[in-house]
């Protein structure tokens, strides 16, 4: 088995500044705009599990930006923190010391979050540059007026005067940062961002010498370096994350990158190199997303990192879709880099070092790069916990405020969990695990519900370890009892009738039955397919040109029913009510779909409703003129949504207690699926063990 302690190149420590890490593996900045006291959990999480080193959001470079004058400043405090406000320009002589009263308390959390269990804490500059969000009212800033890729915003070309006034800003964050005691810095200049741009032959066209020439484009992030450098000093480790490429004409390729490293290494203790900017698209054309979906090759910025490792005498890190520690082990061990970042690694599995190291590869939970996390709520299929680990704690540190919680009737210990998808399982495993003997009914031949049909599409394969997972959390319960005294008997190839005993025996029957194919919602002389029709491998006839009638759907359902018949042979075309297509995706992820079906000849037709189907023409309306054409189709499948299947629930007795979780309760992702699962399995006997002061 790869990873056996000792050999692994994964645990060998590494010197990097005048630090000693524990291991190869670092965590790069995610935030998921976690509160305070949820990020700091976040954080002692993947410490405790065996992270070398933490790399987090400290601050951006500037806060009062410095296109305002000094007296358009008001100095609000709020605003190292409220976008908008307005704090002190970086040239007030109270700007640093309210700077640092700021951020403190939530730094120095986070510092020893980490290092309580041995992890290093450095903290991340970071200023979006062009890319700045429109929940700003500063205006973005940039070397030049090169809109943003993501906002489309036509950013404020720096004059030499604010570039000064920027450079104080960013030696203020980086005092702040190690005064809260962490031990390093890392400069952001990648991704697309302000610093990125500077070091760019597309985006800068300054010429002045803030560009022009490489050594121009070199200039800012030097001077940024050596200020830093000579007010910490060596002690605090300073490094800087590049992008691994831009792939857009003209911007920076693999051998620009090289020259940028090689440009900073005397400043720097470690390279930090990562491929993408944010939304996964250049000049209007797909590219990579920083956090790639599971369309894009794993550690796509390996090839560049090993010629970049080649050249510079600093430890090099890689980061991006590095999800599997066997290729993390690879790319230490062939060399390609010193370090491996990882993230959504680290959501999905805040175990993945201790487990890597200790042989465990089997056991890590694997992240699929489905991009849930990249939204806001914060939020994984793979581990409902994440963010959350306080909620899902059985043993907290003290009992919730208020009044004692008292229970008007016993533990329930006899549960009836009606369908064995995501939602089913995690409640029958949260039951379990806290002591119910828990029923499991299925009406198929295996668990996974619908996620068991989805993953055997070419689309969505890579999907595979959350049904993975699914089997193993089941596995355990089926064979002998929890700690806690309870098991699941799971019946599968069983349908849930109202009379049925184990549910008529059942103190609390929860549906977990998941969401069916609505009807057509338009007239048709012949009957039409739908998504799970094509799931469970029902077929147009061969050739035939085939209309997917995605309705209001906004999320993957249109998309992968075309992608499915696409790549099979038929011809296809998808008509949405969408103004766009796939709106729901988000924003990482949709780029790679859409290329993916425009590349399999997929036609589009947006705002577009269906009202009959007859004789192989489908009558459609443009939703924004009224205008009615006919559109040729041999075949329609429809991909609208779903709606719940919750039937069972009004057929039980009025005297059974019954709850409904999950699609059948309302349909959505799986993401809500698996949390809201793993929430009520947890809150079924939770109570009895985490808060001492409940009452019978």
Avoid: K
């Avoid at 269990?117 to 700003?136: C, F, K, T, Y």
């Avoid at 060596?234 to 800087?240: I, T």
């Avoid at 082990?329 to 890597?356: E, K, S, W």
């Avoid at 629930?649 to 799986?670: I, K």
């Amino acid at each position: 088995m790869t990873g056996r302690p000792g050999g692994d190149p994964l645990a060998t420590p590494l010197t990097v500044g005048r630090h000693r890490l524990r291991n190869r593996m670092v965590m790069t900045p995610h935030l998921g705009r976690l509160p305070p006291r949820r990020l700091r959990r976040y954080v002692a999480e993947r410490a405790a599990g065996g992270v070398a080193m933490i790399v987090l959001p400290a601050g951006q470079g500037v806060y009062a930006n410095p296109v305002y004058p000094l007296e358009a400043c008001p100095g609000d405090p709020d605003g190292y923190v409220d976008p908008d406000a307005v704090s002190f320009h970086v040239r007030d002589p109270r700007h640093r010391q309210v700077l640092l009263a700021a951020a403190h308390e939530h730094l120095v959390g986070l510092a020893d979050a980490a290092h309580r269990s041995g992890a290093l804490a450095v903290g991340q500059i970071h200023h979006p540059g062009a890319e700045r969000g429109w929940d700003n009212f500063q205006p973005a800033l940039a070397p030049s007026q090169v809109r943003g890729d993501d906002t489309g915003v036509v950013p404020h070309a720096l004059t030499v005067a604010e570039i000064d006034d920027l450079v104080t800003g960013y030696l203020a964050t980086a005092t702040a940062i190690v005064a809260a005691g962490f031990d390093g810095v890392e400069l952001h200049a990648g991704h697309g961002y302000l610093l990125n741009r500077f070091l760019s032959p597309h985006y800068n066209r300054r010429t002045d010498r803030y560009g022009g020439s490489p050594a121009g484009r070199l200039r800012l992030i030097r001077r940024i370096l050596r200020a830093v450098r000579a007010e910490l000093g060596d002690r605090s480790l300073l490094g800087v994350r590049l992008t691994a490429g831009e792939e857009v004409p003209g911007g920076i390729d693999a051998a620009g990158v090289t020259t940028i490293a090689t440009g900073i290494a005397d400043l720097v203790d470690y390279v930090n190199l990562s491929l993408g900017n944010h939304d996964g698209l250049r000049d209007g054309r797909p590219a990579t997303a920083y956090t790639g979906s599971w369309l894009v090759t794993p550690a796509p910025a390996a090839p560049t990192a090993r010629q970049v490792r080649a050249v510079v005498d600093v430890p090099v890190l890689v980061s991006g879709r590095i999800t599997d520690p066997a290729i993390a082990r690879g790319l230490v061990a062939d060399r390609a880099a010193d370090l491996v970042g990882l993230a959504r690694a680290l959501i999905a599995d805040p175990t993945f070092p201790r487990r890597a190291v200790s042989g465990d590869d089997a056991g890590i939970v694997r992240c699929v790069a489905c991009n849930e996390c990249v939204r806001v709520p914060f939020s994984c299929p793979a581990n409902p916990a994440a963010g959350r680990e306080a909620e899902f704690d059985p043993l907290p540190a003290e009992a919730p405020a208020g009044p004692a919680l008292v229970r008007h009737r016993p533990a329930r210990r006899r549960i009836a969990v009606v369908g064995a998808g995501p939602a089913g399982v995690e409640v029958a495993v949260g039951a379990a695990a806290a002591g119910a003997e828990v029923t499991l009914i299925e009406a198929a031949d295996m668990v996974g519900g619908a996620l068991r049909h989805l993953v055997g599409t070419p689309l969505l394969a890579d999907w595979a370890p959350l049904l993975h997972r699914l089997e193993r959390r089941l596995a355990p319960l089926l064979d002998r009892p929890s700690p806690a005294g309870g098991r699941v008997v799971l019946r599968t190839g069983t349908t849930a009738t109202a009379d049925h005993p184990d549910l008529l025996d059942a103190d609390l029957v929860v549906l977990a039955t998941g969401g069916r194919s609505g009807p057509a919602g338009f007239p048709t002389d012949q009957p039409v397919l739908t998504t799970m029709d094509l799931l469970v491998g029902r077929r147009p006839p061969p050739g035939t040109p085939v209309l997917v009638v995605g309705g209001a759907e906004r999320h993957l359902e249109p998309l992968l029913a075309a992608d499915l018949l696409a790549g099979e042979g038929w011809p296809v075309r998808v008509c949405t009510e969408c103004v766009d297509i796939g709106p729901d995706l988000d924003q990482r992820t949709r780029p790679a779909v859409l290329r993916r079906l425009y590349g399999r000849a997929v036609g589009f037709a947006p705002m577009t409703r269906v009202h009959r189907w007859s004789g192989g023409a489908v009558e459609v309306e443009q939703l924004f003129t009224g205008h009615r054409s006919i559109l040729d189709a041999g075949a329609v499948i429809v991909a609208h949504g779903r709606t719940a299947n919750d039937g069972l629930r009004a057929a039980l007795p009025a005297d059974l207690e019954c709850q409904v979780v999950g699609d059948a309760l309302a349909p959505r992702r799986l993401t809500h699926a698996v949390l809201e699962g793993a929430r009520f399995g947890y809150a079924l006997s939770a109570a009895d063990r985490r808060w001492p002061r409940t009452v019978s």
